[in-house]
């Protein structure tokens, strides 16, 4: 009999006197938890709510884009009934953004939608979850670590939103924080501790050293808990591609939490780790020693900041692997190549960081050596996509809401890395650096990719989190809207970069005559549909009518980012109403899927299995010649029957 078959013959009592013996208050089970789903249901309701408010960010960022010099609607109404009135007369008086809040909200949307709500959801939070159940282990190997890690990260992220409120507003120079810009940023004030820059630090070092406990928790569960007959080769690729971003994470933050350190220094004690001789600020010269160097801090950050952008997305790849076998009742092909491919990912991405410094003057021989490893990289990145595709031939498709977002992420993450080839050439990167083509190139990456894999990963692991599935038609109307407005957002970033918009012109270019002028053929099928509605844009300085030049898919972009933003309403509704109201599963299986998660009990209780799990296969063995059913779960012995019950108490 298999593990999870005796699991069902287990009577209510031994269950109940389980949890009886593991009795604790309602403040240590739910809030100072040291269970790993408990962490990670923690981790992921903060970094949505990260991501909430980051979009927010954006949001009023595309108004000042598409209306520039205009009062946003019901801002004033908001201030008053927040009792922000101070706040919003200095930074956007009459609701005008100004271009000091958009620098602000420019900075921090970066930093929260990157360091806040990305990492933290794809690998703490699945991660957290998922991995520990995926290998039969009963928590992860350092409980108390696990939870300092999530307390590191909320106080970071609460550092974060506290600067909103000093006289000085947030930190101001962009997510990447650049010296000596950053270090001589808001010094025009008594206590430079209580500004944004720094407490843009501080929060960084927070929020570094929890992604360092966790990497080093995930890294030791999955080394030494595996349970028996886990071996490497049986492990699902979801936790593999766990193990690399945390070796990413565990290499490449340090010199993070170096820079943010160094910088600090500069900033309160007068050193110039980063500083050069001679800097003027305010047309005064700065009274430091001298002799640092600004590209120091640009390698330190990059060095963290090429292999980031795998932390985000091998989660959402390792998700959407979990998702199409479950529902396309056929093995993961490719399994062993797709673990090769993320490990060739982990290195070769360590040795690419320079790609992004192209304008710093580096020779050819370097510049050439940074081109070659940046083309060479996309390979496992290819080799990842096709396996997921050629997974998808011949399968009998349940398009569920989980399945149409693991579908939809990749050709959006096709997009995303093609256009990110030509930027892999220093000769191409010199016209397009700064551009909204690396904004549409990065974002068609991180948003229709990633967070596509993340939702996949919301609606397939529900059921076996709450023991509920999510409303689908409520699914469908989150689906659909967030892929038609995902791509009228991003896409005419593409076609603006090429055209020259830069990325922080915070009225969208209007103070340029380049940009006020230049038509293309979709900036005139968007400008003639926009005169149907009524709909015509002016050039605030001469007051020309300029609604077929390419100023017309500011507005376009900007009416995509608000009704993305009302597609999420579904989501949010359906997610918190589902836990109660939600169909109720009537197996601890419901996908009928081969993993181990789904051998625990629904929801898993303290410990997670009911008796000790055993492999027996490998992970996703579906549709196998001469079985009885179209899946034959890991964890089933030879010749023993599939069984399909619940193990949870009812609620």
Same mark, same amino acid.
């Given at each position: 009999m298999s593990s999870a078959t005796a699991t069902h013959d287990h009577s209510h009592a031994d269950h109940a006197h389980e949890h009886d013996h593991h009795q604790q208050s309602w403040l240590y089970k739910y809030i100072f938890s040291t269970d790993h789903k408990v962490i990670g249901?923690?981790?992921?309701?903060?970094?949505?709510?990260?991501?909430?408010?980051?979009f927010f960010l954006m949001m009023v960022m595309r108004w000042s884009i598409a209306f520039p010099g205009e009062g946003m609607p019901i801002v004033k109404q908001v201030f008053h009934w927040t009792g922000l009135n101070l706040l919003g007369e200095r930074w956007a008086p009459g609701g005008v953004v100004t271009p000091e809040l958009y620098n602000m909200f420019g900075a921090m949307h970066g930093t929260i939608m990157v360091f806040l709500g990305i990492v933290p959801l794809g690998f703490a939070a699945f991660g957290n979850y998922v991995m520990p159940l995926q290998i039969g282990a009963v928590d992860m190997a350092f409980p108390k670590l696990n939870a300092w890690s999530y307390w590191l990260y909320f106080i970071g992220g609460l550092m974060m939103m506290m600067s909103f409120f000093l006289p000085t507003g947030?930190?101001?120079?962009?997510?990447t924080n650049y010296s000596p810009l950053a270090t001589t940023a808001q010094i025009d004030v008594k206590d430079l501790f209580w500004t944004g820059q720094t407490q843009?630090?501080?929060?960084?070092?927070?929020l570094i050293s929890s992604s360092l406990l966790g990497a080093v928790n995930f890294i030791t569960t999955l080394l030494n808990l595996r349970c028996k007959g886990m071996t490497w080769m049986r492990m699902p690729f979801f936790?593999?591609?766990? %193990?690399?971003? +945390? *070796?990413? %994470?565990?290499? +490449? *933050?340090?010199p993070l939490e170096v820079a943010a350190i160094l910088q600090l220094f500069d900033r309160l004690f007068g050193s110039s780790f980063f500083l050069p001789t001679g800097l003027v600020e305010a047309n005064r010269h700065l009274d430091i020693a001298g002799g640092g160097s600004p590209l120091l801090y640009q390698h330190l950050f990059w060095f963290l900041g090429h292999p980031e952008v795998y932390v985000l997305i091998l989660p959402a790849i390792a998700i959407v692997a979990e998702v199409i076998p479950a529902n396309i009742r056929r093995p993961l092909w490719g399994h062993r190549t797709m673990i090769y491919a993320a490990l060739v990912l982990g290195f070769l991405s360590?040795?690419?960081?320079a790609h992004h410094m192209y304008l710093t003057g580096m020779g050819s021989v370097v510049s050439t050596f940074f081109q070659i490893t940046t083309v060479l990289i996309s390979v496992p990145s290819v080799i990842l996509l096709t396996c997921l595709m050629i997974s998808l031939w011949g399968g009998s498709i349940r398009f569920n809401t989980a399945m149409l977002f693991a579908c939809a992420f990749l050709p959006m993450f096709g997009i995303g890395g093609l256009t990110g080839l030509p930027l892999a050439f220093s000769y191409i990167d010199l016209f397009l650096h700064d551009t909204y083509y690396v904004i549409g190139h990065f974002h068609y990456v991180v948003a229709p990719g990633t967070i596509f894999g993340l939702f996949a990963g919301v609606y397939h692991w529900y059921p076996k989190i709450t023991g509920r599935f999510m409303n689908e038609k409520a699914g469908r109307l989150h689906f659909w809207p967030s892929l038609v407005f995902m791509n009228l957002l991003f896409a005419p970033m593409l076609v603006q970069g090429m055209a020259g918009f830069h990325r922080r012109w915070h009225d969208g270019g209007a103070a340029f005559e380049g940009t006020t002028h230049g038509t293309m053929w979709i900036s005139e099928i968007v400008g003639g549909v926009f005169r149907l509605f009524g709909f015509t844009m002016l050039d605030p300085n001469t007051g020309k009518d300029i609604t077929d030049t390419l100023m017309i898919l500011n507005p376009l972009m900007s009416f995509a980012a608000w009704g993305l933003a009302l597609s999420q309403i579904p989501f949010i509704l359906n997610l918190f109403l589902s836990i109660k109201g939600g169909k109720k599963v009537t197996s601890d299986n419901p996908w009928h899927a081969t993993t181990l998660e789904w051998a625990t009990p629904?929801?898993?209780g303290h410990g997670n299995f009911l008796e000790e799990p055993v492999v027996y296969r490998q992970p996703y063995e579906y549709s196998v010649p001469g079985a009885e059913t179209d899946y034959t779960p890991s964890w089933l012995p030879e010749?023993?029957?599939?069984?399909?019950?619940?193990?949870?108490?009812?609620?």
């Open positions: 249901i923690q981790y992921g309701f903060t970094a949505m709510a990260f991501l909430l408010f980051g947030a930190a101001q120079v962009g997510w843009w630090l501080m929060a960084m070092v927070m936790c593999w591609a766990m %193990l690399v971003t +945390a *070796f990413l %994470l565990l290499l +490449a *933050f340090p360590f040795i690419v960081w629904t929801p898993p010749g023993a029957k599939v069984e399909e019950k619940l193990t949870h108490a009812s609620h």
